[in-house]
């Protein structure tokens, strides 16, 4: 077998290998000598343990995903979940007919989803696993706009619109743009971070498909008043304007909001409600890629967007984006879902909340920063520094906890409110109230260092980093 092929660069002559003690397949002196593949396949094959050893060496530059406090998305599950998504993860889960234990399972998630949210029919849930939320929401963009055309007529003239937050994530955006619907942003003010009802209303018109409500927001967690927008848009078609449906992206806060605010009405109880979704990987506390998607019932999900192939054996019905997939993040998922239950999963949320609210207090304690959210919505909070700080913003927090291994994004509000910057702190299962401390620790001597430096150079100005 030949280790180094004509197109493996040597970093090394060959020669030096007699003398090195530690030869082996996959020890750090072999590896020393082969260049892994960047932009054309190696001419010869490598033995597996070199191949991983290489790979996972190279692995070692990412950031650690536990400090990573910028993500929503899972980052800690237990073993016996490695161990089931291990075994499954060589399933499609397309392939439904072939493997009818793990379709029975996407479909008892579905059912659970519908139930925790208030489907009028849970047990005949209509819903679907995606990828993620993305997709989840580009299906029922779709969905809403499908309805939107057999409301109004097929009319080209007409261009449908969706009617959102300018703080929406930037799916919808894509949604607009792949799908061909005016993205109605409206625009965030002054302390109003996200969507209102009045607001909400006043861009709708006979063309807006539908309006996006987000529990939470991904800007800094807070959730937005789905209720009064539904009652809003209620009186909307009562005095004869038109009967606009609402989407609730409950991206991270549909796996909240039922367990910690049980009397919050966001769900299916609010009629208006036609369809939600959530990741499953985010606080669903599952790892990376799993999504849902559910409607109130069957009417609210047009048939024609739903396909059914008959090359798989049986007769399945499927509404995708895409068609393969694996199924072990279904699986994880409902192993979550069997292991902990409703009290299980009130326990982990309320530990997150709980590690978010006396975090965003300590911050607060510190002086110089000034909180916009306080992480009892979302357990996620965002600060940014107070008015009397003008020598160093938040990108220089960002970039000095960076140097202590914490990923914490500072980024600008949407238009209108561009001049905010802020940093967010996501607290999620495996953020310890003891890490919290940690990092507490090195936020306060990243605050002191910053506030000593001016003091030493004098006035620079603020970095002009920005994320
Ligand atoms: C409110 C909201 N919607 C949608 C998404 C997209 O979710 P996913 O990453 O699961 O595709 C996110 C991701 O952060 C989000 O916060």
């Known amino acids: 077998m030949a280790l180094h092929g004509d197109n493996v660069p040597a970093r090394h002559s060959p020669g030096r290998r007699e003398g090195n003690p530690f030869l082996g397949l996959a020890n750090p002196a072999l590896e020393n000598e082969i260049i892994p593949p960047l932009n054309t396949l190696s ?7 070199v191949a991983y050893q290489l790979v996972h060496d190279e692995l070692l530059l990412d950031g650690s995903a536990r400090l990573n406090l910028a993500t929503f998305v899972t980052t800690w599950m237990e073993p016996q979940a490695h161990q089931l998504m291990a ?12 493997y009818p234990q793990t379709a029975a399972i996407e479909n008892r998630c579905v059912a659970i989803l519908a139930d925790l949210w208030h489907a009028p029919e849970a047990d005949v849930a209509t819903g679907c696993s995606t ?44 949604f607009c743009r792949y799908w061909d619907v005016e993205p109605r942003l409206v625009p965030v003010e002054g302390d109003r971070l996200h969507l209102g009802a009045e607001q909400a209303v006043a861009h709708c018109d006979e063309n807006t498909i539908g309006v996006v409500a987000i529990l939470g927001s991904t800007f800094d967690g807070s959730y937005e008043p789905v209720a009064d927008i539904a009652a809003a ?3 909307l078609a009562a005095s004869g304007g038109p009967d606009v449906p609402i989407h609730v992206d409950g991206a991270s806060g549909g ?7 049980p009397d919050l009405v966001w769900d299916f109880r609010l009629p208006r409600v036609a369809s939600i979704n959530t990741s499953g990987h985010k606080y669903g506390l599952v790892y990376p890629g799993v999504g849902w998607a559910i409607w109130r019932d069957a009417d609210a999900l047009p048939k024609e967007l739903v396909f059914n192939v008959n090359y798989l054996g049986g007769d399945m019905p499927t509404f995708a984006l895409n068609f393969s997939r694996p199924g072990s993040e279904v699986i994880a998922q409902y192993y979550t879902f069997f292991r902990l ?14 590690v978010a609210t006396w975090l965003a207090g300590e911050v607060e304690k510190l002086g110089p920063y000034r909180l916009i959210t306080r992480g009892d919505q979302l357990p996620v909070f965002a600060f940014t520094t107070s008015d009397d700080v003008t020598e160093w913003d938040v990108f220089a927090v960002s970039r000095g906890l960076r140097e202590h291994g914490w990923q914490v994004p500072a980024y600008t509000f949407p238009q209108d409110r561009t001049d905010l910057a802020v940093l967010r702190i996501v607290c999620r299962h495996g953020f310890s109230r003891d890490l919290a401390d940690l990092f507490l620790h090195d936020l306060t001597s990243v605050t002191t260092t910053l506030q000593k430096d001016v003091a030493k150079v004098g006035s620079s100005g603020p970095t002009s980093f920005h994320h």
């Open 255 to 261: 796996m909240i909001a039922p367990f910690l605010d």
């Open 341 to 354: 239950g409703f009290e299980g999963y009130v326990a982990v949320q309320q530990a997150s909340r709980d």
């Open 233 to 235: 848009l209620d009186e």
């Open 43 to 49: 001419q010869h094959p490598v033995p597996p343990e």
């Open 131 to 174: 990828t993620g939320s993305s997709e989840a929401c580009m299906l029922a963009g779709m969905a809403l706009k499908r309805r939107w055309a057999a409301r109004t007529g097929a009319d080209p003239s007409r261009k449908p619109n969706l009617v959102m937050g300018a703080n929406v994530q930037v799916c919808w955006e894509k």
């Open 87 to 98: 075994e499954s993860v060589d399933k499609n889960m397309i392939d439904k007919d072939e």
